[in-house]
T-cell receptor
Framework: AQTVTQSQPEMSVQEAETVTLSCTYD???????LFWYKQPPSRQMILVIR????KQQNATENRFSVNFQKAAKSFSLKISDSQLGDAAMYFC???????????WGAGTKLIIKP | NAGVMQNPRHLVRRRGQEARLRCSPM?????VYWYRQLPEEGLKFMVY????????ESGMPKERFSAEFPKEGPSILRIQQVVRGDSAAYFC??????????????FGQGTRLTVV
């Protein structure tokens, strides 16, 4: 069975600085997708960035980028130039190519210090 | 284009009562997924439905829980005879297609169920 592990329950960063959130996963599948979701206090689950396992190039969305290490089964999220609006819970999620279920990590609470 | 709408946002039920959670998918989406989020945990898959069909309910508790997605109207997650352990946030997501591959599922804001 697939599992997703986020080992950092909470992270804090100074506004305008860079922070990296860790995520590791376990799977025997070779083709899958990885996602980072943001959950602000409103509880709305918002897709931040996604990575397709067969793509070697790391995904980037504006200030958000990932470091995808397939052999190490690692999928970290880097947030550059942190802003107060980035404060939220961040969840890493996995989905097999032939599946529709998302497998979720326990989340990392990100605190932005002004 | 309205997003996924869930109601109510907050629901309080006494032990033994029934809870009904509603989810209206995004316009044009015919696939709905329900997830449960316990405190301090990530989401756990419960059930996947298409219009009038349950495709996968492998994550649903065998007793007291049921889900439907009728031809007309919202998807309903029903919990009978609620217990304190049912207290959680319940999220609904929808997608235009089967959700396989990297098809994005769009989430609602969830319903927070509190059993007292």
């Amino acid at each position: 069975a697939q599992t997703v592990t986020q080992s950092q329950p909470e992270m804090s960063v100074q506004e305008a600085e860079t922070v990296t959130l860790s995520c590791t996963y376990d799977t025997s599948e070779s083709d899958y997708y990885l996602f980072w979701y943001k959950q602000p206090p409103s509880r709305q689950m918002i897709l931040v960035i996604r990575q397709e396992a067969y793509k070697q190039q790391n995904a980037t969305e504006n200030r958000f980028s990932v470091n995808f290490q397939k052999a190490a089964k690692s999928f970290s999220l880097k947030i550059s130039d942190s802003q107060l609006g980035d404060a939220a819970m961040y969840f890493c999620a996995y989905k097999g190519r032939s599946n529709y279920q998302l497998i979720w990590g326990a989340g990392t609470k990100l605190i932005i210090k002004p | 284009n309205a997003g996924v709408m869930q109601n109510p946002r907050h629901l309080v039920r006494r032990r033994g009562q029934e809870a009904r959670l509603r989810c209206s998918p995004m316009k044009g989406h015919s696939h709905v997924y329900w997830y449960r989020q316990l405190p301090e945990e990530g989401l756990k898959f419960m059930v996947y439905l298409q219009k009038e069909n349950i495709i996968d309910e492998s994550g649903m508790p065998k007793e007291r829980f049921s889900a439907e997605f009728p031809k007309e109207g919202p998807s309903i997650l029903r919990i009978q005879q609620v217990v304190r352990g049912d207290s959680a946030a319940y999220f609904c997501a929808s997608s235009p297609g089967s959700g396989l591959g990297n098809t994005e599922a769009f989430f609602g804001q969830g319903t927070r169920l509190t059993v007292v």
